[in-house]
């Protein structure tokens, strides 16, 4: 079965010491769930993180990594790097990095690839545009998007894919994809792997919804059938918001 996810992208946020307190705040207030819990703490953080949280259950992933294993690539980090401190869970392909640091579904398939390879998992993240949803395009561009990264993937390489979808309207902005527009979008996900590899593969995957979940709406978006947690930006900043998301798995 599916595992339940809540996972926090911290993106560029929080120094060493707000780190610090944030994750012991989190660790202290954690309650009991069946639910994978995850951060996302920047990258000069996450050795810090892992070791703070050794006795948690809460995981560290990584935001980002590069597709090749080493070499001229200033500013990048490998997978190895990543396992090597441990962190085996990456979030690939996120609609900031595709936004403003022009990772296209090409160079997004390459890192699905490389990470897999490693042995990280990969949290792959994709969702339409604003303009995309008022011309009714979102479906076949959600659908291109994962054939474009994922398709391509052997069946058995995706018992290390988690999927995340984030319309980028809702990234933000504080206005959610209602629970319907969703469960909606999910089971359209799921219905797309199916006929790509087979059911049972499809509702082994677990799907995340990602865009401006709060306390208020997370219970609700969490009780669709098809959405199995969120990846949570703004509110993962603030242990008592991050953990009523926790709760409401
Ligand atoms: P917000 O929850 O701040 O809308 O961010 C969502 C997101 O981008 C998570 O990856």
Redesign the pocket.
Known sequence: MRSKIV?G?W?MNKTLEQTETLLAELSAKLPDTDAEVMVSPTYVNLTGAVRSLESSKIEVIAQNMHFAESGAYTGEISAEMLLNIGVDTA?IG???RRAYFGETDEILAKKVVAALAKGIRVMF?FGEELEDRQSGKHFKLVESQLRNALFSLDASAWSKIIL?Y?PVW?????E?ASPEQAQEMHAFIRKTIGEAYNTALANGVSILY?????PANAEEIFSKPDVDG???????LVADDFVAIIKAI
């Open positions: 996972a992208n993106k979030i996120h609609s900031e993240c995340a984030e809702a990234i933000g902005t504080g959610t990602g865009g401006s979940v709060k969120g990846l949570i930006g703004g509110a993962s």
